[in-house]
């Protein structure tokens, strides 16, 4: 059968002592367990000895904890097995999860969720897995597609990526969803439209995935570039997506037999030669906002067989939409560490903050990242970054490039000038935040000593603390000789117990504001 091991067991090292139990249990039951004991760091890259022990595994269980998918080597490994199992039937099959937490949230993609063992019971697992591994004749190894011819880009792991496991299998999910075993192959599918503002990682988001998942596409990965809004006439848009298809043509077909043709009898030859080939995975990368229904589907490929992802900063509701967000939790950590591990308590705390006041906005973080490298002390480097100028210098030069390269009124600017007023309200300097027209800023006519009434700016977003930054604010201008009018400071009190989630919070308190001073 070619499988030197019965199960490849995949886990996070925190988890080590549940799994080395349920190894003894499957070892008991004779079979043979492949269990890699020594821990891999986040960015680490995948060894040699983890990719044939899988190659040469029936199975891949996953132990999938919490702790699971946020670590880059297990997801590297559950996608190695879903895409080797996913080739030769369904990857339930031979992808194989052992959940020990209450619920099943975490655990993607959702076609495991099928066929969970729970942890509480890991005689009643292994018997489980001994059952199917019995039913299984060849290693994982066999049935991986070699690695799928590129073309238009040059596909290369990045140790930046943060694993954004969630995307990536979101991103899965919306190219295939349109499957059915009759008509598979039939037909060309609705593109999957991955849209964010610049900065936030689309293209190395769709690169990684197109790495990960290859296998699946044997037919190829062709990548177009469509150069977003640097192009502002659509006479040059459509020249661009027209050399773009034609260089794919000629890596594709060759350059005498399109210089020979037509360009759309070379296009027609194009999606034809991707057809025979099998499944393949187009990216259309950076397409410019709002363009009309014709240009749109003029960029889409017409290839039966093809799965299409399309980047860019805004919606198109042809498509199935997915949202990047702002990298959160360890993912942000991650990329602000990537280059030098924070040590101790106090370093730790230090790059917390600076993820707060970035806002866990990925390109942010990378160049924070870049300016910690070489630094002696990275606690005070990263106070120093952490510093409410640093942080205001940072987003003013985003917002400074982006104006002068696409304008005030587009998109990037109006997202870099809100994550700058987002920064200084964080600060406390909602003064500098009214200044940029603050979503959550609200002007407030305080009275000062003399009875004169001082407008102020007050930020009006989440609590911090515990304590609801209406009241905190109010008690900051106080020291300042300035008092929130009775009235006002009754709408705030009442306000303060209200779930921020549920309601569209800035637009009472407006409401409220007016209601309490009206003469």
């Not at 190659?55 to 996608?79: D, G, H, I």
């Not at 993609?109 to 489980?128: E, K």
């Not at 399109?258 to 030859?269: M, Q």
């Amino acid at each position: 059968s070619g499988a030197e091991f019965d199960v490849f067991l995949s886990y996070t090292h925190a988890d080590a002592a549940p799994v080395a139990d349920l190894q003894a249990r499957l070892e008991a039951r004779g079979l043979q367990v492949f269990r890699d004991e020594h821990a891999i760091g986040a960015f680490e890259s995948i060894s040699e000895r983890l990719a044939v022990g899988l190659a040469r595994s029936k199975t891949l269980v996953a132990y999938y904890s919490r702790r699971y998918p946020t670590r880059r080597a297990c997801q590297w490994e559950l996608t190695r097995a879903f895409v080797a199992a996913g080739t030769s039937g369904r990857p339930a099959d031979r992808v194989l999860v052992v959940n020990p937490e209450p619920g099943v949230d975490h655990i993607v993609p959702v076609q495991l969720r099928d066929r969970l063992m729970a942890g509480g019971d890991l005689d009643a697992a292994a018997d489980a897995i001994a059952a199917t591994t019995a039913t299984v004749d060849t290693a994982l190894g066999q049935a991986t597609v070699p690695r799928p011819p590129q073309y238009g880009r040059t596909l290369v792991p990045s140790p930046r990526f943060t694993d954004r496991y969630e995307t990536l299998w979101s991103l899965h999910a919306g190219l295939h969803a349109h499957e059915d075993p009759i008509v598979a192959d039939a037909y060309v599918a609705t593109p999957v439209v991955l849209w964010a503002t610049g900065g936030m990682g689309k293209s190395l988001a769709v690169e990684e995935y197109a790495l990960r998942f290859g296998g699946l596409y044997p037919g190829g990965i062709y990548w177009l570039s469509a150069a977003g809004d640097q192009l502002t006439a659509p006479a040059q848009a459509a020249t661009q997506r027209a050399s773009q298809y034609r260089s794919l043509a000629e890596a594709v077909l060759g350059t005498a037999i399109v210089a020979a043709a037509s360009p759309d009898e070379a296009l027609t030859r194009l999606f034809r030669a991707a057809e025979l080939a099998g499944p393949s995975l187009w990216v259309i990368d950076d397409l410019a906002v709002s363009l009309d229904d014709d240009e749109y589907r003029a960029w889409l490929p017409r290839a039966a067989g093809s799965h299409c992802v399309i980047t860019t900063r805004g919606r198109y509701p042809q498509g199935r939409d997915i949202d990047l967000h702002v990298l959160v939790g360890q993912d942000a950590l991650d990329l602000l560490t990537s280059r030098i591990e924070p040590a101790g308590d106090d370093e730790h705390a230090a790059a917390h903050e600076v993820v707060g006041l970035l806002g866990g906005h990925a390109m942010a973080l990378d160049i924070a990242a870049e300016n910690l490298v070489s630094k002696v002390n990275l606690a005070s480097s990263l106070d120093q970054l952490g510093d409410p100028g640093a942080a205001r210098d940072l987003y003013r030069e985003v917002l400074a490039e982006r104006e002068a390269r696409l304008g005030p009124d587009h998109p990037d600017t109006a997202d870099a000038t809100s994550r700058l007023a987002t920064t200084l309200q964080r600060l406390g300097d909602w003064e500098g935040a009214a200044e940029l027209g603050a979503p959550y800023v609200v002007t407030v006519p305080l009275e000062a000593a003399d009875g004169q009434r001082v407008p102020r700016p007050f930020n009006i977003g989440p609590a911090v603390a515990g304590v609801h930054p209406l009241a905190a604010q109010a008690k900051i201008y106080r020291e300042r000789g300035l008092t929130v009018p009775a009235p006002v400071m009754e709408s705030f009190q009442k306000l303060a117990d209200i779930a921020l989630a549920s309601v569209d919070f800035p637009a009472l308190v407006r409401y409220a504001l007016e209601e309490a001073t009206e003469d």
